[in-house]
């Protein structure tokens, strides 16, 4: 079977750092996702790591271990519009298809 | 380029009404997933399409049924609708370079079933 797992909630302050983890546990690997989703949206694609190390994007970056099955994304200089759920989503090894595993998401709540 | 578009952006039906949804992927790419999300299970895979065949599917009812057009256009259709079915319908639309791989979800489609 296939499980990704995310911890439910974080809070941070306007300004700092912060990182969300991603575990997970399928058989076989094919690639991880992280995307941004606002309350009443759609999910925005924020990076992709196929290989192991880190992915750096502006104020984001991605980290990605295939030994540990093991990602976090990195939010850095934290602004008030970045409180929204985070989702990491693995694709599925099984075949060619784009069909991606979603864990459960992160709210990030983020305080002044 | 123009992203993923969808419609309608919200449907209200009753039940064992069917409904019919529509995506358009971003110009070039031939791949579109379907997702359901809903609160309390999040996003569920639907089914994918590639070059109008159907290359996955997810653990849903045959009641939800898809298709994809030769303009990789793609249709979702939900019959016998219930009220477990009220839920965001995304649209993924998907390309593969060497080992950057992006996908990228529509607006949606917000189903209320009453």
């Known amino acids: 079977g296939q499980n990704i797992d995310q911890p439910t909630e974080m809070t941070a302050t306007e300004g700092a750092i912060v990182q969300i983890n991603c575990t997970y546990q399928t058989s076989g690997f094919n690639g991880l996702f992280w995307y941004q989703q606002h309350a009443g949206e759609a999910p925005t694609f924020l990076s992709y790591?196929?290989?192991?190390g880190l992915e750096e994007k502006g104020r984001f970056s991605s980290f990605l271990s295939r030994s540990k099955g093991y990602s976090y994304l990195l939010l850095k200089e934290l602004q008030m519009k970045d409180s929204a759920s985070y989702l990491c989503?693995?694709?599925?090894?099984?075949?060619?298809?784009?069909?991606?595993?979603f864990g459960s998401g992160t709210r990030l709540l983020v305080r002044p | 380029k123009a992203g993923v578009t969808q419609t309608p952006r919200y449907l209200i039906k009753t039940r064992g009404q069917q409904v019919t949804l529509s995506c358009s992927p971003i110009?070039?790419?031939?791949?579109v997933s379907w997702y359901q999300q809903t609160p309390g299970q999040g996003l569920q895979f639907l089914f994918e399409?590639?070059?109008?065949?159907?290359?996955n599917k997810g653990n849903f009812p045959g009641r939800f049924s898809g298709r994809q057009f030769s303009n990789s256009r793609s249709e979702m259709n939900v019959s016998t609708l219930e009220l477990g079915d009220s839920a965001l319908y995304l649209c993924?639309?998907?390309?593969?370079?060497?080992?950057?791989?992006?996908?990228?979800f529509g607006p949606g489609t917000r189903l209320l079933v009453l």
């Open positions: 989503a693995v694709r599925d090894p099984g075949d060619s298809s784009y069909k991606l595993i």
């Open positions: 790591n196929v290989l192991d």
């Open positions: 110009s070039g790419h031939r791949s």
């Open positions: 993924a639309s998907s390309q593969n370079r060497g080992d950057q791989e992006t996908q990228y």
């Open positions: 399409y590639f070059s109008e065949t159907q290359r």
